[in-house]
């Protein structure tokens, strides 16, 4: 018969792993990816749908923010409400900072991705609530979406997209986007819906949101080191 605290210890392993993965599963377009997305002339929707689905599969600031946004969320309509919202604003500002051509520096849009997920890891902690802040939560989910676009719309401007077709291969990468973030987010939803019904939940929650933190702050940290150190500054 299985250990249940093995079985508990397994599940917060996997949680804490995904908020803790390393820069080697960064999501930045390259390889032949980035070969493919710089060759194509004329709308091509179905390469383009299969790369914004992998660009969220693997990009990991967006899920740890994600997984910081329904740590608490029980409802399930709670939880299509804030991700809704998330996916609102990265879908603007993905299409129209790339349309416009929006010269922002990737490195500080990737900074501020990572302060949005200490945001919501020490909101999670409650520390808002001591110091006496009171903010509408679905306002800040949304106002980050944008962010997170915008740092989404960066990784293909760096490519230097054909304007032949671009608007519907922009449509189709978002699509496939929010196909990805589906699919992981919904691996997520299932392995924190195990790890609630287990007594470790309500023990290490606090270490989890802890660790949430303490990956926000690497991934700024890491993205402001590059603004400077790339030249950009």
């Known amino acids: 018969m299985p250990d249940p605290m093995r079985q508990h210890h397994v599940l917060f392993a996997v949680l804490a792993f995904s908020l803790i993965a390393p820069a080697a599963f960064a999501h930045a377009i390259g390889g032949r990816d980035a070969a493919f997305v710089q060759a194509t002339v004329g709308a091509d929707p179905f390469p383009f749908l299969y790369l914004g ?15 910081g946004v329904i740590f608490f969320l029980y409802r399930l309509r709670d939880v299509l409400l804030y991700v809704t919202l ?24 990737d900074m501020v991705i990572g302060l949005s997920v200490c945001w919501k890891a020490f909101d999670n902690l409650g ?15 949304g106002g980050f979406g944008l962010i997170h676009g915008l740092g989404l719309a960066t990784k293909l401007q760096d490519l230097g997209l054909n304007q032949q077709g671009l608007l519907e291969n922009l449509i189709a990468f978002n699509v496939g986007v929010e196909i990805g973030q589906v699919i992981a987010l919904s691996l997520i939803l299932v392995v924190m819906t195990l790890w609630r019904t287990t007594k470790s939940f309500g023990r290490l929650a606090i270490a989890a949101n802890a660790l949430l933190f303490l990956a926000g702050v690497v991934l700024a940290g890491e993205q402001l080191a590059g603004y400077f150190f790339s030249g950009d500054a």
Do not use: W
């Not at 879908?91 to 051509?101: A, E, N, Q, R």
């Not at 001591?130 to 306002?139: C, E, P």
């Open 53 to 67: 689905a992998k660009h969220m599969v693997t990009g990991y600031d967006h899920l740890l923010f994600l997984t």
């Open 86 to 109: 998330f996916s609102l604003g990265h879908s603007t500002t993905l299409i129209l900072g790339v349309l416009f051509d929006l010269g922002v520096s990737s490195h500080l849009v």
């Open 127 to 141: 520390g808002f609530q001591k110091l006496g802040v009171a903010m509408d939560n679905r306002i800040v989910v």
